[in-house]
């Protein structure tokens, strides 16, 4: 288990309207503030220090990084927002709110922290992630990030080989065996009183995933900390190390309700996200979403790629509203 790392150094917030505000610092917050602060922007990045990821060991899939513990990776990420002159502080968001636009016209936000403190922006970012809702089994939420998995791309590779268990939850999990069987060969799939045609039962029967029925009680830990198995409401154990679990993803909304951002549902009732268009526009002038608040499967990389082209996209926007500006005053200036 990696080593509990001390909280990171937080920056003095600035006095005045600073261009962007960034509410999230993980891959998504924290690039789109690299994206901002290399264009000379004003950004501060409000970073609750609670990511998604922190359970896991190392980040996986990501190209020259891969198996970096995620402390290390955003550690890495908040030096390269500074060194541009970015700043990033530890603290949460209680509110985000439209505020009354600046003489000019231009957009105005006011964003309060838990600290009590407040800062006026001119462009949101919001990414502030997701939370993983859990089957309620007993036992099974102590091993989150370890034993109990989600994503066959994320930690695949580390459980290969092991007596792996899918824990369904509807018809996603049946996607969930046939990824998670290609990383194994001992596969059970406990239908948890989901339902299975004939059809997919012969299909899981073609690859050798046995289904099992009976209800499950509890997951069992063995001495050493790990799962040993899974308990049966008939008393049986059936023997496991590794549960794959397809989560109920749900975008982190604390603080940024007052934006009154769109929101949606999945198709397969497996979560809810934030609604955005090209480059993580939303309908609310002046805010963009990014990363898995509104990509919930996105993983790090795409996260990553995905605050870029948000942070991008808000520069450019600054920069037309810096331009109608000077244009305005111009015109004041000649008629004067």
């Known amino acids: 288990m990696p080593v509990q790392a001390d909280p990171p150094a937080s920056d003095t917030l600035p006095v005045g309207t600073v261009d962007a505000v960034v509410i999230g610092g993980g891959a998504a917050g924290l690039n789109g503030a690299l994206m901002l602060a290399r264009s000379r922007r004003s950004v501060v ?8 990821n922190a359970p896991a060991e190392g980040v996986h899939g990501l190209l020259g990084l891969d198996g970096t513990p995620p402390a290390e990776l955003y550690q890495r990420g908040r030096d390269e927002v500074r060194r541009y002159g970015g700043l990033v502080v530890s603290d949460e968001v209680t509110s985000a709110l439209r505020a009354e636009p600046s003489a000019g016209g231009d957009l105005r936000f006011t964003v309060a922290l838990a600290s009590g403190r407040t800062l006026t922006a001119r462009r949101l970012l919001v990414a502030t992630g997701l939370r993983d809702v859990l089957p309620d089994v007993p036992g099974l939420a102590e091993h989150w990030g ?4 989600h994503c ?28 998670f069987r290609q990383l194994t060969e001992d596969l059970v799939y406990f239908t948890r009183g989901t339902d299975l045609d004939a059809g997919t039962r012969s299909r899981l029967a073609a690859r050798n995933v046995r289904v099992v ?35 109920t993803m749900l975008a982190r909304t604390a603080g940024v309700d007052g934006l009154g951002l769109a929101m949606e549902d999945l198709s397969n009732g497996m979560g809810r ?35 870029a082209l ?15 500006a000077a244009l305005a005053a111009t015109g004041s200036a000649v008629h004067a």
């Open 45 to 52: 990045v409000i970073d609750s220090g609670t990511p998604r």
């Open 146 to 149: 370890h034993g109990v998995v």
């Open 152 to 179: 066959p791309y994320c930690h695949g590779w580390e459980v290969r080989d092991e007596p792996i268990g899918i824990l369904a939850v509807g018809p996603a999990s049946l996607h969930h065996a046939l990824l």
């Open 213 to 247: 029925d009976t209800p499950v009680a509890e997951v069992v830990t063995a001495d050493d900390g790990r799962i040993s198995g899974v308990r049966l409401t008939d008393g049986e154990v059936v023997p496991r190390r590794v549960l794959a679990v397809a989560t």
């Open 273 to 307: 996200r934030y609604t955005s268009g090209v480059a993580g526009v939303t309908d609310v002038p002046g805010v963009w979403v990014a990363g898995n608040a509104t990509e919930l499967t996105a993983q790090v990389g795409a996260s990553a790629a995905a605050g």
């Open 310 to 324: 948000a942070g991008a996209q808000m520069n450019a926007q600054l920069a037309v509203a810096d331009t109608d």
